[in-house]
């Protein structure tokens, strides 16, 4: 039975918003935040990489066009020192607090786009980040699953948006959107437990209340 706004809170956990670029996973994680809120949960709403003070710093490096090139290992092992300092400061802390995390992107993120799209191998990145974050997992990874087409209409509306300039990964990554997609997809079939795969071309309530219906129980 799903609980309604008015329901005492279901107990607290954690989630991660995965997907290529331009899938929507800022606006859903967002949407996700805003639903549990209202049904009366205490959320933090965070990000990857970031969600620290230390991980917003490697964020600037690493996305920034003009650190390009970085080499793959040095881009993996970033990414990873950001997530750790992610997962010890920001989500165990919020989840023993008795707060809901949700997450724009997690260590799925780098399996796919370091193990796949830099050809570094699913497993390797794989036993990296589960060190890194002490093998803390989501409860529940959604994957936006959109098509190539529509992840470039909605790159390009946004870079024509005031201030916003495509960062280095979005640059280099961009004409790999098949080979990330089907990466994505392969990962949630592989543990339909702990994934639930949605088409992110539905309107963000519809993905947000399929969510809901996964994770909110009486």
């Known amino acids: 039975m ?4 008015a329901s005492t809170p279901a107990a607290p956990l954690f989630l991660a918003v995965e997907g290529p670029d331009g899938s929507g996973k800022s606006t859903q994680a967002a949407a996700l935040a805003d639903a549990l809120r209202a049904r009366g949960a205490s959320v933090v709403l965070t990000r990857e990489p970031g969600g620290t003070d230390l991980g917003e710093r490697i964020r600037s490096l690493v996305l920034d066009p003009a650190h390009a090139p970085i080499d793959a290992r040095t881009e993996a092992l970033l990414f990873a020192a950001a997530r750790a300092a992610h997962a010890e400061r920001a989500i165990r802390p919020a989840l023993a607090a008795g707060s809901w995390v949700v997450s724009a992107r997690y260590v799925d993120s780098s399996i796919v786009y370091q193990g796949r799209g830099r050809g570094l191998g699913l497993e390797p990145i794989a036993t ?3 060190w890194a974050t002490g093998s803390l997992l989501p409860d529940l990874t959604v994957v936006l699953d959109v098509a190539a087409r529509t992840a470039e209409a909605r790159r390009r509306t946004r ?3 005031a201030g ?3 960062d280095r990964m979005e640059q280099e990554t961009a004409n790999q959107h098949e080979l990330l997609r089907s990466a994505f997809l ?11 795969v949605l088409d992110a071309s539905r309107p963000t309530q519809e993905l947000t209340d399929a969510v809901l ?3 909110w129980h009486a």
């Not at 799903?2 to 706004?5: E, T």
């Not at 392969?186 to 639930?196: F, G, I, K």
């Open 128 to 130: 990296l980040n589960d």
């Open 159 to 161: 870079e024509q948006g």
């Open 186 to 196: 392969e990962r949630a079939a592989a543990d339909p437990e702990r994934y639930l």
């Open 2 to 5: 799903i609980q309604d706004a």
């Open 213 to 215: 219906e996964r994770v």
């Open 164 to 166: 916003h300039t495509a």
